[in-house]
RNA sequence: UCCUCUUUAGCUCAGCUGGUUAGAGCAUUUGACUGUUAAUCAAAGGGUCCUUGGUUCGAGCCCAAGAAGGGGAGCCA
């Protein structure tokens, strides 16, 4: 077989920029179409488009022409010429065609990769084989970019990734529902004289779970690093069944030393229109196809469920425009005297000072009022987790959430609440068990100074650069409740 | 967890007031054509009408329970 990688193999997306000069070049994918007996779109998913070899019927036998079907694996040697058709500037004239792994086609019938539109809804029945799609081929390129990105903004800002644990002995991180790990017998745990399990046997010796955050862990490390960011899979046990949430998704967190709520809101815009940029100028093909996609799936809705401008140019506008940024009171005002709240048009209505912003109340600031992406800052203490930062009023806390139009919270985050004294009785308060989180109360006795941080939820800035609309369609093998296939 | 909608061919769906042998488009197969672009034209094959129980002379259609999936809410990222 000739198919050791050598100078000649090419990927399709080097092929397409590269000049048509008839030199002889292999490349291998999929079959995407085999029109005519004579066209083969070819797909190695390195990019949205396929290359089109053209062969000769009467130059191949007739085993190999019978086995070119759509999803089969095939490699192509030829020549690289101008086009003669009028949808591609390159084609691969074939002299050669190798079936590298074939597929039946009354087997591919049944599955989404037969050549014809298929539901997302049945595309997730089978999340297996649907990064082949032009879809998710897409989706998870923008995936890969906007991660790389991440990575890239903080790299250059001079942060340090710190690798938080993903096992956490600590169940008060207070940021939901945690799921349980052990090694225990499940039909025959270990039991105290109480009737209680007795952790003291299991694997950690003590009550062990999946991180929901790791951003206490993180602020330890800005204590030293001055700088660092988390970038991994975070784990929620809630039984939320809505299209922005998953009980195992990716976060990134940042949290930098000497920064206040100013300074961390000024980070969160710069690396949010950084990222969304990067994948703008990075992934224009598939961006491209996505705006499409997303127009022909508008024109199925009515108008005003409709996005209000195309994908391209809304990632365009949030790269140049500034955020809103206004406190919880402003907010809380400019709801109170708002059409729907007079109206009685919320199903929440906006009574008084203090109430938490339901969803409606956040798409109505960000879609209706403003028109643009909304920090909010400045929240009541009583809604808010007993590690944020309490101002002078006593009354409200260094929070900020920023909301985005069709995802409501892309970050929340704050400033932390240094002051040993303070912390201290914040979690006597709010019942946070000083013993569970001896770690995070002490740290602030040894050169503790003003810190910040935020979280940002990946699978959500995914969405919004894609214009997906379910988060089970931007991340690779969805866990929901009740399904954890593949 | 709550509200709501859906479930009929491989896929997307139609199926009238409960009445003979359940249809269409796409996909698949076969043939024709051979510079196509979701190719085109012709023909063929393809059904546990989600499951269970009930009402009825008769159920894809009505009733009950259940299952799976979508959308919305809450919780949050």
């Not at 949205?48 to 191949?60: G, K, S, T, Y």
């Amino acid at each position: 077989m000739p198919l050791v990688y050598n100078i000649t193999m090419k990927r399709i997306n080097q092929v397409l920029e590269s000049e048509p000069n008839h030199a002889e070049i292999t490349v291998r994918g999929w079959v995407r179409s085999f029109r005519n007996d004579r066209f083969i779109a070819l797909n190695d998913g390195s990019t949205i488009h396929n290359l089109q070899c053209v062969i000769e019927p009467a130059d191949h036998d007739q085993s190999i022409l019978d086995e070119i079907n759509v999803a089969a694996a095939v490699a192509v040697t030829g020549h690289l010429t101008e086009s003669e058709g009028s949808g591609q500037r390159v084609e691969l004239q074939a002299t050669k065609v190798v079936i590298l792994g074939k597929a039946d086609p009354e087997d591919v019938k049944l599955t989404i990769l037969s050549p014809k539109r298929h539901s997302l809804e049945k595309l997730r029945e089978q999340a297996h084989l649907r990064v082949r799609t032009n879809t998710f081929g897409a989706v998870m390129r923008v995936r890969a970019a906007l991660s790389f990105a991440i990575h890239k903004y903080f790299q250059e800002k001079g942060f340090y990734q710190a690798h938080t644990p993903i096992i956490t002995g600590s169940d008060a991180e207070g940021a939901g529902e945690m799921f349980r790990l052990s090694t225990l017998d499940p039909k025959n745990p270990p039991i105290n004289e109480d009737g209680s399990i007795n952790y003291k046997e299991d694997f950690f010796e003590k009550e062990s779970n999946l991180t929901v955050s790791g951003q206490l862990e993180a602020e330890t490390y800005a204590m030293g690093l001055g700088q660092v960011y988390t970038f991994g899979p975070t784990f929620r046990a809630e039984n939320s069944n809505t299209s922005r949430h998953l009980a195992e998704f990716w976060m990134i967190e940042p949290e930098v030393a000497f920064n206040d709520l100013d300074a961390n809101m000024d980070l969160a815009e710069d690396f949010i229109k950084y990222v969304v940029s990067y994948a703008l100028d990075n992934c224009a093909d598939d961006i491209e196809f996505l705006e499409n996609r997303l127009e022909q799936e508008d024109k199925q809705k009515p108008q005003n469920e409709r996005s209000p401008m195309p994908l391209r140019e809304k990632l365009k506008f949030i790269g140049k425009n500034n955020f809103k940024r206004v406190s919880y009171t402003e907010a809380i005002d400019i709801l109170k005297n708002s059409k729907p709240n007079k109206n009685k048009k919320f199903k929440y209505i906006i009574e008084e000072w203090g109430a938490d912003l339901q969803s409606e109340h956040e798409r109505y600031l960000v879609e209706k009022h403003f028109e643009c992406p909304v920090i909010l800052f400045d929240y009541p203490a009583k809604i808010k987790a007993f590690y944020m930062r309490l101002n002078d009023d006593k009354k409200t806390v260094r929070a900020m959430d920023i909301l985005f139009p069709g995802i409501g919270e892309i970050v929340g985050g704050s400033q932390r609440e240094e002051r040993y004294d303070v912390l201290k009785q914040k979690m006597a308060d709010m019942h946070i068990e000083e013993a569970e989180l001896w770690w995070y109360l002490e740290m602030r006795k040894f050169g503790s100074v003003v810190h910040s941080g935020f979280g940002l939820g990946f699978e959500r800035l995914v969405m919004f650069v894609t214009g997906m609309g379910n988060v089970r369609d931007v991340i690779p093998y969805p866990r929901t409740p009740g399904n954890a296939e593949f």
